[in-house]
């Protein structure tokens, strides 16, 4: 079919599933720049795209996997992860990215993640961490720092949040890090180390949802990036429990964790498969 | 005296579950539900209502909180639809067997894949067996009067069992209606405090939920079938309360034009209303259609039901969710049981309709009438059909 107009190209085309664009996310909300991120790393690294699934859970986050044009899973809320590791159990070789939100990979889907860490299990996983859940009109989440103000949280929230890479790694994940969406180059550069890492990888990426949380607390998409240029620290290696989310404090980023365990698929052939001797 | 006032249904239905005294909410928001605990989260914020609102961490957490609290004696509600019902589904069977008088609004939504966030009802079958009365409104107000009468049949000691009331996610839930919400003072007179009758109390220490052998398992589930059977009259004669103190009348099924129909229509929820505008178009045309909805899903009231199906030469049962493989919607499936039951056979035409948000309009029920009449005349077998599918 001969288009009307051509229309402009973009680099990472090839990797976009360009007829579902329109995309949905808001005029300045973080999501977008996070995934182009996810895509110029899946795209210079080397790896065969062919053997490469893209897995999502339910969220403005969770569009990615539709947008993506890979193999790609839109799971229901909260089992992005168990997808994903069933996904790779049956198929070793290939290599399976998680993409979506803090609400979904922590709140309700928060028993997977822990798992998921602790087996060590050969995964990605990409949490854009908006602070609340955008696509619901932006409810409080497990991510909501204490007296922020939602839609289920009018007074402020009275609790509080969990600190994502100490959590993961507390549980068992063997590479962390965090970053913002302001920081994209260090970003796609750690979802690359990421995607070559052996083991249960884990990238926090802070971006505003200005829609849901930015508008309940007086915080414009670029009052957002201001604090992400001006109340962070890059500091690798930085022990995870100093990870604690607080931009009146400052908040670091970087590569907290690399490093290596046998993988869960590893464990799992070395312990629970017979020796070829022993085998019938 | 209640005011009338022109509100968002899921607000109007928040407000008026704020008039009941809940004590405990605990929610998590889904598409079309969340405006009605956000509305809630709004109510407690400001002062309006003394309730403790917990914004767990998912449906099931919902469930299980509002579980807990009835089982300590507190009034409790949560909201939910479609995938949310459908993970906290394992604490409902808890909630009605162990005979906790907790109040759901389900706002009707598809159930994936594909991810459909729009209207049918695929949730509410799925709940059909959970042992929750359930109720279906078709307007705002109706959400509001269900809600009101759900907190006193569940808590009724003859009762004692969790009610879901039913409403079209986005054509109900969304929608901006003039509602009449009834005071403070006129929810006190029609609902009583609440006074649980089994509840955790140091004083008198009980057992929720232990294991049941296979000497008293039977036993549990036939005492929970004729709950729900004892429930019925009950329901009725709070429906009778209802309409002595607010003027309004509900029953378990309700008719529009039926006399002297040839053909009848069987509806649920909001989509009646469209059948009543098609039905008041046929009736100037002439054509002998009437329409029958039903109000109570939950306990299924069959014998009513079939009185005044038996009147007619043909039946169209109008389902809004799917049973796979049964040429039955779940609806219709139970409807040719009933009449079965009691030994009455009209002709009975099934359309599958308005599946995950698609459109049914006044013509739709034209063209089923039509066909339906069209089968009968003809003595064609009774047919099962899914309406306006693209091929
Ligand atoms: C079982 C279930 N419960 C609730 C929902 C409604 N829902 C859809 S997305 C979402 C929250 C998304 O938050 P997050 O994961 O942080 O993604 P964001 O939109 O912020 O990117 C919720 C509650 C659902 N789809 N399924
Ligand atoms: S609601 Fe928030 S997270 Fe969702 S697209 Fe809009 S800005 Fe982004
Ligand atoms: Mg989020």
């Given at each position: 079919m001969k288009k009307a107009k051509a229309s402009p190209s973009h680099p990472l085309d090839a990797l976009v599933r360009t007829e579902r664009i329109p995309h949905i996310w808001c005029p300045g909300c973080g999501i977008g720049t996070a995934f182009s991120a996810c895509l110029m790393a899946l795209h210079t690294s080397g790896l065969d795209l062919d053997k490469t699934v893209m897995v999502s859970g339910i969220g403005c986050s969770g569009r990615a996997a539709g947008y993506?044009?890979?193999?790609s899973y839109h799971t229901t809320h909260g089992r992005a992860i168990p997808f994903a590791t069933g996904m790779k159990l049956a198929k070793p070789e290939l290599q399976v990215i998680v993409f979506s939100g803090d609400g979904d990979l922590f709140a309700i889907g928060g028993n997977h993640i822990i798992h998921a860490a602790r087996r060590n299990i050969d995964l990605t996983v990409l949490c854009v961490n908006n602070l609340n859940y955008g696509m619901t009109g932006g409810q409080v989440a497990a991510t909501t720092p204490t007296l922020a103000k939602t839609t289920t949280t009018p007074r402020g929230n009275p609790e509080q949040p969990f600190n994502l890479p100490l959590l993961v790694y507390a549980a068992g994940a063997t590479y962390v890090a965090r970053w913002t969406i302001l920081h994209t180059r260090d970003l796609t550069q750690s979802v690359q180390e990421a995607l070559h890492h052996k083991g249960f990888a884990f990238i926090e990426v802070l971006a505003p949802c200005p829609t849901g949380y930015g508008r309940r607390n007086k915080e414009r998409p670029l009052d957002t990036l201001k604090l992400y240029q001006e109340r962070t620290l890059i500091k690798n290696g930085a022990n995870p429990a100093e990870a604690f989310l607080d931009f009146e404090r400052g908040v670091v980023l970087g590569k907290f964790v690399e490093e290596q365990r046998p993988t869960c698929i590893e464990m799992y052939d070395r312990t629970c498969r017979l020796p070829d001797s022993a085998a019938g | 005296m209640g005011k009338r006032v022109g509100m968002e249904v899921s607000i109007a239905a928040a407000e008026v579950v704020g008039l009941c005294d809940v004590d405990v909410i605990a929610a998590y928001p889904i598409t079309p539900q969340t405006h009605i605990v956000e509305h809630l989260s709004e109510l407690v914020a400001e002062g309006h209502l003394d309730a403790e609102f917990v914004p767990v961490e998912s449906e099931h957490s919902a469930m299980s909180t509002c579980v807990g609290a009835a089982a300590a004696g507190a009034r409790t509600f949560t909201s939910t639809s479609s995938q949310g019902y459908a993970l906290m589904a394992e604490i409902c069977y808890i909630a009605s067997s162990l005979r906790l008088p907790i109040v759901m609004a389900v706002a009707n939504r598809a159930l994936s894949a594909p991810i459909n966030i729009w209207n049918d009802h695929a949730d509410m079958m799925m709940s059909r067996d959970t042992g929750w009365i359930q109720t279906v409104a078709e307007n705002g107000q109706e959400v509001v009067d269900l809600l009101l009468h759900a907190y006193r049949v569940a808590e009724d000691p003859r009762v004692l069992l969790p009610v879901i009331v039913n409403l079209d996610g986005?054509?109900?839930?969304h929608m901006i209606e003039p509602i009449w919400l009834p005071d403070k003072e006129e929810v006190d007179r029609y609902l009583p405090p609440y006074k649980p009758k089994l509840r955790l109390d140091p004083r008198n220490p009980m057992t929720f939920g232990p294991v049941g052998m296979p000497e008293v398992y039977t036993e549990a589930k036939k005492a929970q079938d004729e709950a729900m059977n004892g429930a019925l009259p009950v329901i009725i004669e709070a429906w009778g309360e209802f309409e002595k103190q607010f003027g309004r009348a509900y029953r378990p099924v309700e008719t529009y034009k039926?006399?002297?129909?040839e053909i009848l229509f069987l509806t649920m929820g909001s989509i009646s209303e469209t059948a009543m505008t098609a039905v008041d178009k046929m009736r100037a045309e002439g054509k002998k259609v009437g329409l029958v909805r039903l109000r109570l899903w939950r306990p299924f009231p069959a014998k009513e039901l079939v009185d005044v199906l038996k009147r007619a030469k043909a039946v169209a049962v109008v389902d809004r969710a799917m049973a796979f493989s049964t040429r039955s919607g779940p609806l219709c499936v139970e409807v040719k049981a009933a009449l079965y039951d009691h030994g009455v056979s009209p002709y009975v035409q099934n359309f599958i309709a308005g599946l995950g948000g698609r459109d049914v309009t006044v013509e739709d029920f034209e063209a089923m009438a039509a066909k339906t009449g069209d089968g009968l005349s003809k003595g064609l077998p009774m047919a099962y059909e899914i309406v306006n599918v693209r091929e």
């Amino acid at each position: 079919m001969k288009k009307a107009k051509a229309s402009p190209s973009h680099p990472l085309d090839a990797l976009v599933r360009t007829e579902r664009i329109p995309h949905i996310w808001c005029p300045g909300c973080g999501i977008g720049t996070a995934f182009s991120a996810c895509l110029m790393a899946l795209h210079t690294s080397g790896l065969d795209l062919d053997k490469t699934v893209m897995v999502s859970g339910i969220g403005c986050s969770g569009r990615a996997a539709g947008y993506t044009r890979l193999d790609s899973y839109h799971t229901t809320h909260g089992r992005a992860i168990p997808f994903a590791t069933g996904m790779k159990l049956a198929k070793p070789e290939l290599q399976v990215i998680v993409f979506s939100g803090d609400g979904d990979l922590f709140a309700i889907g928060g028993n997977h993640i822990i798992h998921a860490a602790r087996r060590n299990i050969d995964l990605t996983v990409l949490c854009v961490n908006n602070l609340n859940y955008g696509m619901t009109g932006g409810q409080v989440a497990a991510t909501t720092p204490t007296l922020a103000k939602t839609t289920t949280t009018p007074r402020g929230n009275p609790e509080q949040p969990f600190n994502l890479p100490l959590l993961v790694y507390a549980a068992g994940a063997t590479y962390v890090a965090r970053w913002t969406i302001l920081h994209t180059r260090d970003l796609t550069q750690s979802v690359q180390e990421a995607l070559h890492h052996k083991g249960f990888a884990f990238i926090e990426v802070l971006a505003p949802c200005p829609t849901g949380y930015g508008r309940r607390n007086k915080e414009r998409p670029l009052d957002t990036l201001k604090l992400y240029q001006e109340r962070t620290l890059i500091k690798n290696g930085a022990n995870p429990a100093e990870a604690f989310l607080d931009f009146e404090r400052g908040v670091v980023l970087g590569k907290f964790v690399e490093e290596q365990r046998p993988t869960c698929i590893e464990m799992y052939d070395r312990t629970c498969r017979l020796p070829d001797s022993a085998a019938g | 005296m209640g005011k009338r006032v022109g509100m968002e249904v899921s607000i109007a239905a928040a407000e008026v579950v704020g008039l009941c005294d809940v004590d405990v909410i605990a929610a998590y928001p889904i598409t079309p539900q969340t405006h009605i605990v956000e509305h809630l989260s709004e109510l407690v914020a400001e002062g309006h209502l003394d309730a403790e609102f917990v914004p767990v961490e998912s449906e099931h957490s919902a469930m299980s909180t509002c579980v807990g609290a009835a089982a300590a004696g507190a009034r409790t509600f949560t909201s939910t639809s479609s995938q949310g019902y459908a993970l906290m589904a394992e604490i409902c069977y808890i909630a009605s067997s162990l005979r906790l008088p907790i109040v759901m609004a389900v706002a009707n939504r598809a159930l994936s894949a594909p991810i459909n966030i729009w209207n049918d009802h695929a949730d509410m079958m799925m709940s059909r067996d959970t042992g929750w009365i359930q109720t279906v409104a078709e307007n705002g107000q109706e959400v509001v009067d269900l809600l009101l009468h759900a907190y006193r049949v569940a808590e009724d000691p003859r009762v004692l069992l969790p009610v879901i009331v039913n409403l079209d996610g986005f054509t109900l839930s969304h929608m901006i209606e003039p509602i009449w919400l009834p005071d403070k003072e006129e929810v006190d007179r029609y609902l009583p405090p609440y006074k649980p009758k089994l509840r955790l109390d140091p004083r008198n220490p009980m057992t929720f939920g232990p294991v049941g052998m296979p000497e008293v398992y039977t036993e549990a589930k036939k005492a929970q079938d004729e709950a729900m059977n004892g429930a019925l009259p009950v329901i009725i004669e709070a429906w009778g309360e209802f309409e002595k103190q607010f003027g309004r009348a509900y029953r378990p099924v309700e008719t529009y034009k039926t006399d002297g129909a040839e053909i009848l229509f069987l509806t649920m929820g909001s989509i009646s209303e469209t059948a009543m505008t098609a039905v008041d178009k046929m009736r100037a045309e002439g054509k002998k259609v009437g329409l029958v909805r039903l109000r109570l899903w939950r306990p299924f009231p069959a014998k009513e039901l079939v009185d005044v199906l038996k009147r007619a030469k043909a039946v169209a049962v109008v389902d809004r969710a799917m049973a796979f493989s049964t040429r039955s919607g779940p609806l219709c499936v139970e409807v040719k049981a009933a009449l079965y039951d009691h030994g009455v056979s009209p002709y009975v035409q099934n359309f599958i309709a308005g599946l995950g948000g698609r459109d049914v309009t006044v013509e739709d029920f034209e063209a089923m009438a039509a066909k339906t009449g069209d089968g009968l005349s003809k003595g064609l077998p009774m047919a099962y059909e899914i309406v306006n599918v693209r091929e």
